[in-house]
DNA sequence: GACAGAAACATACTGACGGTATGAAACATA
DNA sequence: TATGTTTCATACCGTCAGTATGTTTCTGTC
């Protein structure tokens, strides 16, 4: 009986080809060793998640894993990474859709990083394992990640005179570091729901505050 | 040659007694185990520490340790307990110190719960450690936590009307998250000594607009 | 003070998991 | 087609959290 590498002669040349290149092969078990990571560190959590449950759903062996990555950190990493790369995506969208109002336009990407973060399993990869495992040098030294984008955009509205001219990393701090506690108290609350809506009342408020503050 | 169980007739009877009590054997080994389980959990992080070099720093065996502890779970938990209750100590104290301004109280135990966050070992176990490990609930459920001070000050600051009406769950979260966050980029600048004073600066600034909104 | 029972610990062991060593299969290049 | 390299599979090791069981130390009672 045939071994099912029947070529596909479609015309999208997305399907598997009959001899796919090294690359393809390698992007394709990546993604899955991705995929899976993802799965099971956003459910179980860093800890309780195995390499080789990792490696079971994701149809490999560690000798695959151990040959894309260096180990468990590093792949936490990666998934962390892309974790991060869609949060500042969504970001940047809702940022760059009020831009034109500096500091109306952080508003609107804190909101938006607020309501990303209300997900329990972005929560648990990117608020929860992540500074134990990775610790706080490695969050930052990510290339792309929400806190750089918090400071760009106050360092833009400081700028542009939105608000009161000061320092932008302490502000930076406090804000990115209040919003992330914020998504966890939220999702917890008991009507999360009305949780939500209270908070962006009072994040607004704030907002206005630091605004109008001398 | 005797052997060494000689009685101490001093007067102070806090050095062990020739038949310590089961209560006094108890209490010694279990500060032994916390004193050791704290100094490592502090420097080498949660999962880098093993028990038996617990144990062996503590003079004990793991039968002794899990006598006393269901795990390793709950010997973080009982560190991080302590480590809250010294931390609620230094913020309670600050607070009670200009207790007669609502506000101005909450803002001198946010910094003092800020400087005492400034200590990398207290960092490790209450900021990096304690969310991924313990998760939110039983961070919340211990009785004794920071956030519940903050809190408390915040909502009678309401109260008083020191500062416009508000639910003060929102304000919590985001000036508790917000303090934490800052205390881990202030010991991570490039001089922690001036990020400290600009912290300082903005929180005060923060707290002025706050106390001024609408 | 002898003795039964309980509390406080010690010792030996197991299973699971992260990581490594080594070899085979799939692909690339000539 | 032959050779080297990449990609992965398999077998194995060390470590560590947790357990099972035995031993010592204390407590209450006669």
Redesign the interface.
């Known amino acids: 009986m045939a071994t099912a590498r029947t070529a596909a002669a479609d015309g999208t040349g997305r399907q598997p080809r009959a001899r796919p290149t090294q690359q393809e092969r390698s992007d394709a078990t990546v993604e899955d060793l991705l995929a899976a990571a993802r799965a099971l560190f956003a459910t179980a ?3 309780a998640t195995s390499l080789d449950a990792v490696c079971e759903r994701a149809g490999v062996t560690k000798g695959a894993l151990y040959h894309h990555f260096a180990g468990k950190k590093q792949l936490f990493s990666a998934v962390y990474t892309r974790e991060q790369e869609r949060l500042a995506a969504r970001i940047s969208s809702a940022y760059l859709a009020v831009a034109a109002d500096p500091w109306e336009a952080v508003f609107e990407g804190s909101r938006a990083y607020l309501e990303a973060s209300l997900d329990p399993e972005v929560q648990r990869i990117t ?3 992540a ?3 990775l ?3 490695a969050m930052r030294d990510l290339g792309v990640n929400c806190r750089e984008l918090t400071y760009k955009g106050i360092a833009r509205a400081i700028r542009k005179g939105a608000i ?1 001219d ?2 932008a ?14 998504a ?3 999702v ?2 008991a009507d999360p729901q009305a ?1 939500l809506a ?2 962006l ?3 607004r ?2 907002f ?3 605004a ?3």
Do not use: K, Q
């Not at 990393?169 to 914020?182: A, I, K, N, W």
């Open positions: 959590g860093y800890a608020l929860f394992d500074p134990g495992a610790g706080w040098e009161p000061r320092p990393d302490p502000l930076t701090s406090m804000l990115y570091g209040g919003l992330s506690e914020s966890m108290a939220v917890r609350a949780a209270e908070a009342t009072d994040l408020r704030l206005d505050a630091l109008a503050g001398s």
